[in-house]
DNA sequence: GTTATAATTGCGAGCAGGTAATAATAGCGG
DNA sequence: CCGCTATTATTACCTGCTCGCAATTATAAC
């Protein structure tokens, strides 16, 4: 008796964790199993209500979203001299890599670039971009990835240029060279 | 009367879009207003209950975070002819604009450039990559991107090029060439 | 001013997906 | 067979709505 019971939570919990859009009910079915019993094992195991499950996995997604759409910066600021150099640093968490491969997508690598290249120059607003890029190697989860942005050339009117490299553990992954048509006389 | 019906509907919108969050009668509050009003509001604007938003964004943030971290395309793909040419599709939603300039980042369209060439390529591991790219233009919410990625240069070993174009409404918008060093002889 | 029309507000019922509490029943181990 | 756990049933209540209908208030039209 006691072992079906445990089988069924144990599977009941993976479920769940798999898909929490799982109503009571639907679990009920599922195990064939009355509505009280699974509202039982919720309990005994610490699972909240579908609502509240939902409510989580939204308000995960909205700050994570939130982070990569509403902050100038992906990655953490460490160093800034407007219009100078900047460094920032982003660690890589399991979410941001291809579980196939286990390595992280380079969007992300790219991202952390562009964006802190883009906040150094102070340019929320551009005309055009060009940049010319190379992804050195491969990066992995766990890796804490080292991002410096510095103007290379403030010359040319309308125009900044930008050095880009991303290193972990001093060894370089990504570098690129940013440049920015800005529309506008760079002060 | 229509006037103030008009601008509070305007409001109730984006604040909705700001926050899904919120209940009627937390938003009947801050536009002092009955409950009964803005469901009427909402029902005008085709804005769904609370549970329903809330439902959305886990929705979406749970297929994305599985589109974006089990799938390779960002994007919806299109068309599809496996080591010669791939077409993908994404629509710029509010998510991925920078609210003060209303701009797409620019890593989105990188990041869809990015993995439908991965994907074209069918690379999920790669040695090096360079690409060379340019951001012709803004981007805003709303806007559908279409990206191209054609192999121009099957013939070197261990080597693949890659042209990619992003368009939106006929105006490319992004465009960029890729090298894919492989380690592997590209059979 | 007096209507027509639009906007707002106020109930009451009902629904989904629960919580909480309490009671009845089934199944098995000793 | 007794006792205990597991399971099921029943009921009341909750939130955040929808739906339908009526009443009130504001604004525009004549």
Same mark, same amino acid.
């Given at each position: 008796?006691? %072992?079906?019971?445990? !089988?069924?939570?144990?599977?009941?919990?993976?479920?769940?964790?798999? +898909?929490?859009?799982?109503?009571?009910?639907?679990?009920?079915?599922?195990?064939?199993?009355?509505?009280?019993?699974?509202? !039982?094992?919720?309990?005994?195991? =610490?699972?909240?209500?579908?609502?509240?499950?939902?409510?989580?996995?939204?308000?995960?997604?909205?700050?994570?979203?939130?982070?990569? #759409?509403?902050?100038?910066?992906?990655?953490?600021?460490?160093?800034?001299?407007? =219009?100078?150099?900047?460094?920032?640093?982003?660690?890589?968490?399991?979410?941001?890599?291809?579980?196939?491969?286990?390595?992280? =997508?380079?969007?992300?690598?790219?991202?952390?670039?562009?964006?802190?290249?883009?906040?150094?120059?102070? !340019?929320?607003?551009?005309?055009?971009?060009?940049?010319?890029?190379?992804?050195?190697?491969?990066?992995?989860? =766990?890796?804490? !990835?080292?991002?410096? %942005?510095?103007?290379?050339?403030? #010359?040319?009117?309308?125009?900044?240029?930008?050095?880009?490299?991303?290193?972990?553990?001093?060894?370089?992954?990504?570098?690129?060279?940013?440049?920015?048509?800005? #529309?506008?006389? +760079?002060?």
């Amino acid at each position: 008796m006691r %072992a079906k019971k445990l !089988l069924r939570q144990s599977e009941l919990q993976s479920l769940i964790d798999y +898909n929490p859009f799982l109503t009571d009910q639907e679990l009920a079915d599922k195990f064939a199993v009355s509505i009280q019993t699974i509202r !039982l094992d919720r309990m005994e195991l =610490g699972i909240p209500e579908l609502r509240e499950r939902v409510k989580m996995v939204a308000n995960d997604a909205y700050s994570k979203t939130k982070t990569l #759409g509403e902050e100038q910066i992906i990655g953490d600021l460490r160093e800034f001299d407007p =219009g100078v150099r900047g460094m920032s640093v982003l660690d890589v968490t399991m979410e941001m890599v291809h579980p196939q491969a286990m390595t992280v =997508g380079t969007e992300h690598i790219f991202a952390q670039a562009n964006s802190l290249a883009m906040f150094v120059a102070d !340019l929320s607003v551009y005309i055009r971009i060009q940049a010319s890029i190379e992804f050195i190697r491969q990066v992995y989860a =766990g890796e804490r !990835l080292v991002c410096t %942005a510095v103007v290379v050339d403030p #010359g040319k009117e309308n125009e900044i240029h930008m050095d880009v490299t991303t290193t972990s553990s001093d060894a370089v992954v990504f570098s690129g060279k940013f440049i920015f048509g800005t #529309g506008r006389s +760079n002060k």
